[in-house]
């Protein structure tokens, strides 16, 4: 069992910037991925960003070169850095912990976290 803590949401204006955290505790393992995703109001949930124990990052067209996805290995937290932030970006947040041991997958999410960005 994997739980996973957000932080760092809330309101923005418009080209604004947002650090969000999250925090996992439990039965991590070693070798796993971390992930952000949002959804926005009556859409489906996107991936924004994702890095692997390793280091590799992907980031969707929509934030490339605008957020950053990081991690701190000794404190199990992965970070997503948010700048020049658009009213489009308005959504609930999501941390997502990734492993795939043989053929079981773990795949486990944070609670959520508010980001509206408004003026």
């Known amino acids: 069992q994997v739980q996973l803590v957000e932080s760092g949401g809330g309101l923005v204006q418009p080209g604004g910037s947002l650090r969000l955290s999250c925090a996992a505790s439990?039965?991590?393992?070693?070798?796993?991925?971390m992930n952000w995703y949002r959804q926005a109001p009556g859409k489906q949930r996107e991936l924004l960003a994702s890095?692997?124990?390793?280091?590799?990052?992907y980031y969707a067209d929509s934030v490339k070169g605008r957020f950053a996805i990081s991690r701190d290995s000794a404190k199990n937290t992965v970070y997503l850095q948010m700048n020049t932030l658009k009213p489009e970006d308005t959504a609930v947040y999501y941390c997502?912990?990734?492993?795939?041991?043989?053929?079981?997958?773990?795949?486990?999410w944070g609670q959520g976290t508010q980001v509206p960005v408004s003026s």
């Open positions: 997502n912990y990734y492993r795939q041991v043989g053929g079981i997958r773990n795949n486990y």
């Open positions: 439990g039965s991590i393992g070693g070798i796993y991925d």
């Open positions: 890095v692997t124990s390793g280091g590799s990052t």
